[in-house]
């Protein structure tokens, strides 16, 4: 099983980034996905998540409306746009699959880690 995640880089105050993750299929067509941060010396946090059929998704109140998941579950492939970054958007950027259909915010509901892109904004 293996995650790819991918997109990160640097930067300004503002831009917009689109990050990627390339799942094996067998492991996340019907499986929810979702992306975690964790920023330097900060405990991992959610960032976002989508269902199995892409019908729900779900954002942590310091994205929503400016981040947006989406999936390609012919691709196997999860998607993350970010808009009008902030400094504290800087972070590594994790993608993981989830144990059930949908998405939620818990990383313990997650069985499958990708090694994590940065993402530095800077000001």
């Known amino acids: 099983v293996q995650l790819q995640a991918s997109g990160g880089g640097l930067v300004q105050t503002g831009d917009s980034l689109r990050l990627s993750c390339a799942a094996s299929k067998r492991t996340s067509t019907n499986n929810g996905m979702g992306w975690f941060r964790q920023a330097p010396g900060k405990e991992r946090e959610f960032v976002a998540a989508i269902s199995w059929n892409g019908g729900a998704t779900y954002y942590s109140e310091s994205v929503k409306g400016r981040f947006t998941i989406s999936r390609d579950r012919v691709k196997g492939t999860v998607y993350l746009q970010m808009s009008s970054l902030k400094s504290e958007d800087t972070a590594v950027y994790y993608c993981?699959?989830?144990?059930?259909?949908?998405?939620?915010?818990?990383?313990?509901?997650?069985?499958?880690w990708g090694q994590g892109t940065q993402v530095t904004v800077s000001s």
């Open positions: 993981a699959t989830s144990r059930y259909a949908s998405g939620t915010s818990q990383a313990s509901h997650y069985q499958y």
